[in-house]
């Protein structure tokens, strides 16, 4: 039983900024990674932002001096603070959760996913 809930996407100009959050509750032993990826329409899902249970963080080049992930103390939410944003970051957002549902078991979980489109 997991569930990843994501919020804070929308329509903004170019140059403007969001901040997509994303709240994970459930029953897994033990989170190894929380992330953010995105895909566009009849394009690859990509990884934009991540962040390990250890606190490293990993960015697409893309969005490097751009995007910044965060997360709470206890990993159970994630953020993804999005400034001077482009056109070609209009995506499907979505957040991704990897971790052990038990000592045996290790799974990725993914959200619904929010819209962000940036306008030209």
């Known amino acids: 039983q997991v569930q990843l809930v994501e919020s804070g996407g929308g329509l903004v100009q170019a140059g403007g900024s969001l901040r997509l959050s994303c709240t994970y509750s459930?029953?897994?032993?033990?989170?190894?990674?929380m992330g953010w990826y995105r895909q566009a329409p009849g394009k690859e899902r990509e990884m934009v932002a991540r962040?390990?249970?250890?606190?490293?963080?990993d960015y697409a080049d893309s969005v490097k001096g751009r995007f910044t992930i965060s997360r709470d103390n206890g990993m159970n939410t994630i953020y993804l603070q999005m400034n001077s944003l482009k056109p070609e970051d209009t995506a499907v957002y979505y957040c991704?959760?990897?971790?052990?549902?038990?000592?045996?078991?290790?799974?990725?979980?993914w959200g619904q996913g929010t819209q962000v489109t940036v306008s030209s």
């Open positions: 459930g029953s897994l032993f033990r989170i190894i990674a």
């Open positions: 991704n959760v990897q971790g052990y549902r038990d000592v045996y078991t290790h799974d990725a979980y």
């Open positions: 962040v390990t249970s250890g606190a490293s963080t």
